[in-house]
């Protein structure tokens, strides 16, 4: 997949994700970058259980990618609140 469709990918999902788990954002570029991350281990976490992981810039892809998003965004305050 091409870069911009990468980054809009993870805008996408790196919005959906932080709303489904802390019903903020975290700001554009945080969001961006969640988000990208989120769709390689949501990627990562479909292709170890069988199924295909990112495939494009279609409705699968973006689910994979918001589940992916949302384990990482869990993940990420959980080690973010454990320092504060």
């Known amino acids: 997949m ?18 489904l788990v802390n019903r903020t954002g975290e700001g554009m570029l945080l969001d961006i970058l969640l ?3 989120g769709s390689v281990v949501g990627g990562w976490l479909f ?9 494009g810039l279609n409705v699968y892809s973006v689910v994979v ?4 998003a949302a384990v990482f ?4 305050h959980a ?5 504060v």
């Not at 965004?73 to 990420?76: K, V």
């Not at 080690?79 to 320092?83: D, E, S």
């Open 2 to 19: 091409s870069l911009i469709v990468w980054i809009v990918l993870g805008l996408i999902s790196g919005f959906i994700a932080s709303k």
């Open 35 to 37: 988000g990208i991350v």
């Open 47 to 55: 292709h170890a259980f069988g199924m295909p992981g990112v495939t």
């Open 65 to 68: 990618a918001v589940i992916g």
């Open 73 to 76: 965004l869990i993940a990420y």
């Open 79 to 83: 080690l973010i609140n454990r320092r």
